[in-house]
């Protein structure tokens, strides 16, 4: 079965600082995507970063980067600069890509961030 | 990035009745469209996806007769509470994503969800 672990349920970081979120995941697929997602509030899911398991280089998004480990299953987001903005829940999530269709995504249970001011 | 509505964005109900939750693709056509369930401070729960044209495919312990889904068009997906009751309060979200070839093909695009509170 296809599980997504974030073994940090809250993390905190003061303003300006960068913190990692842990993400690992298990699957005997080869082929598939990982995403984190922010859910603010608001409770609209936001897409941060996405990964191609293919792809050897890790994905960034301006202050968003993650350390890809494909042989380890793991799947870290590090938040550079941290802003009062980044407060919100971030959810690891993977996908197996089918090719042809679209498979569902396989949440983590969350991580929930503070930012310190 | 491509946008996903959801009508209504919060509804209160009595006991007994049904409710209906829309899922609108804006700005591109879904082939897939997917159900979530989410309960406070906790994670989202795939309850269904399902194929424009096709029969949802409903998730282990989604009781398919209680929660109704309709993919009727490549930009609607509708999502049927029947006979409510107040465990089934929870926030409702669902997603698409679009056609193979597009931009919106490997992506799921997150509608705002709506949160359904039973009486």
């Known amino acids: 079965a296809q599980t997504v672990t974030q073994s940090q349920p809250e993390m905190s970081v003061q303003e300006a600082e960068t913190v990692t979120l842990s993400c690992t995941y298990d699957?005997?697929?080869?082929?598939?995507?990982l995403f984190w997602y922010k859910q603010p509030p608001s409770r609209q899911m936001i897409l941060v970063i996405r990964q191609e398991a293919y792809k050897q280089q890790n994905a960034t998004e301006n202050r968003f980067s993650v350390n890809f480990q494909k042989a380890a299953k793991s799947f870290s987001l590090k938040i550079s600069d941290s802003q009062l903005g980044d407060a919100a829940m971030y959810f690891c999530?993977?996908?197996?890509?089918?090719?042809?269709?679209?498979?569902?995504?396989?949440f983590g249970k969350g991580t929930k961030l503070s930012v310190k001011p | 990035g491509a946008v996903v509505s959801q009508h209504p964005s919060w509804v209160i109900c009595k006991s007994g009745t049904s409710v209906k939750i829309e899922c609108r693709s804006l700005d591109f056509q879904a082939t897939t469209m997917f159900w979530y369930r989410q309960f406070p401070k906790q994670s989202l729960m795939l309850m269904a996806t399902?194929?424009?044209?096709?029969?949802?495919?409903?998730e282990q312990g989604v009781e398919k007769d209680k929660f109704l889904i309709n993919h009727a068009s490549l930009t609607l997906s509708t999502l049927t509470v029947t006979s409510a009751h107040p465990e089934d309060s929870s926030f409702y979200i669902c997603s698409a994503s679009g056609l193979a070839g597009e931009a919106s093909y490997n992506e799921q695009f997150f509608g705002p969800g709506t949160r359904l509170t039973v009486l």
């Open positions: 699957t005997s697929e080869s082929d598939y995507y």
């Open positions: 399902s194929n424009e044209g096709s029969k949802a495919t409903y």
């Open positions: 999530a993977y996908r197996v890509n089918y090719g042809g269709s679209q498979g569902n995504l396989i």
